[in-house]
Nanobody, 124 residues
Framework: VQLQAFGGGLVQAGGSLRLSCAAS????????MAWFRQAPGKEREFVVA????????DFTNSVKGRFTISRDNAKNTVYLQMNSLKPEDTAVYYC??????????????????WGQGTQVTVSS
C-alpha cells in the first residue's frame, strides 16, 4: 500500500491550497479516505474523511465551510481543497486509508495506512 501526498507549501492567510493523495496497492474504491494533520508540538488530529463512494463526508469543526474533500476513484486519488487558510492550519497533512465509522468518530486508532505527509505553512 502506498499513499503519496503532495501539494503542500507556503501560503498567506486567506489563501488556498489543494492537496492531492495518490493511492496504490489496494482497491481504492472500497475504502474511506481521510486527512489528518499534526501541528508542531501537538498531537495528530482528524481533519476530514470521505466515504468510499464519495457520498459521505465528515469534517472537524474548525475547517467546516473552508475545506472540501473529494475523490476520483478512476484515478485513485483523493483531494483536499483548503480555502480561507489561517495560521492555525499550519501543520503536516497526512492522507490515510480507513473505514467509515460514522461522523465524529474518526481517530488514528482506526487508520489502516498512512501517507508520508506534506507540509502546509500559513503565514499571517
Amino acid at each position: 500500500v502506498q499513499l503519496q501526498a503532495f501539494g503542500g507549501g507556503l501560503v498567506q492567510a486567506g489563501g488556498s491550497l489543494r492537496l492531492s493523495c495518490a493511492a496504490s496497492g489496494f482497491t481504492f474504491n472500497m475504502y474511506t479516505m481521510a486527512w489528518f494533520r499534526q501541528a508542531p508540538g501537538k498531537e495528530r488530529e482528524f481533519v476530514v474523511a470521505i466515504s468510499a463512494s464519495g457520498s459521505r463526508t465528515d469534517f472537524t469543526n474548525s475547517v467546516k465551510g473552508r475545506f472540501t474533500i473529494s475523490r476520483d476513484n478512476a484515478k485513485n486519488t483523493v483531494y483536499l481543497q483548503m480555502n480561507s487558510l489561517k495560521p492555525e492550519d499550519t501543520a503536516v497533512y497526512y492522507c490515510a486509508r480507513t473505514t467509515w465509522t460514522g461522523s465524529g468518530t474518526f481517530s488514528q486508532n482506526r487508520i489502516l495506512s498512512w501517507g508520508q505527509g506534506t507540509q502546509v505553512t500559513v503565514s499571517s
